[in-house]
């Protein structure tokens, strides 16, 4: 997958440097479509019940997420012939399940018209991908010299 470990450092560096600012984008963006109006759902009781929805699925992605990068199963068999590759599939597949709680905020910001949807997920999006950096950089220790 990578010719070396250098070269997969750089492009995790870049991938994690790109998920964590995509928040913000969202938060402007809802901003700029929401800015004196209300959100775009006819019914504002729907609301409430997606917020609810979407914090569980949030518990169950966090979870998902801590597992994927705790797990030695995982991806196992890559672990024997390419260290290196799985490493950045494993940190890879964290951080984009990490980036889907902004998707969560961005959705329910733009149906409610309420900026702290967006804020609080991105939250908990930013404090998920440092937590996979910072495995990610655990991990990155453990590997050889390539």
């Known amino acids: 997958m990578f010719p070396d470990k250098a070269k997969m450092v750089r492009n995790a560096n870049f991938l994690l ?6 928040p913000v984008v969202y938060m402007v963006t809802v901003a700029l479509v929401t800015f004196g109006k209300g959100g ?11 917020s ?3 914090v569980v699925v949030s518990l169950v992605n966090i979870c998902v997420m801590v597992f994927f990068q705790t797990s030695k199963r995982i991806l196992s068999d890559r672990s024997r012939y390419d260290p290196v ?13 990490a980036e889907a709680h902004a998707i969560y ?21 930013w ?3 440092w937590w996979v950096r910072a495995r990610f ?9 390539v």
């Open 105 to 125: 905020g961005l959705v329910l910001t733009l149906l409610s018209g309420s900026i702290f949807y967006s804020i609080g997920f991105s939250l908990v999006a």
């Open 85 to 97: 590759g799985r490493t950045y599939l494993v940190m890879s597949t964290g951080a984009v399940i």
């Open 127 to 129: 404090v998920c991908l």
């Open 40 to 50: 775009i759902a006819r019914d504002q009781s729907i609301v409430p019940a997606l």
């Open 52 to 54: 609810f929805a979407f």
């Open 137 to 145: 950089k655990m991990n990155l220790g453990k590997l050889p010299n």
């Open 17 to 22: 440097l790109v998920l964590a600012v995509a």
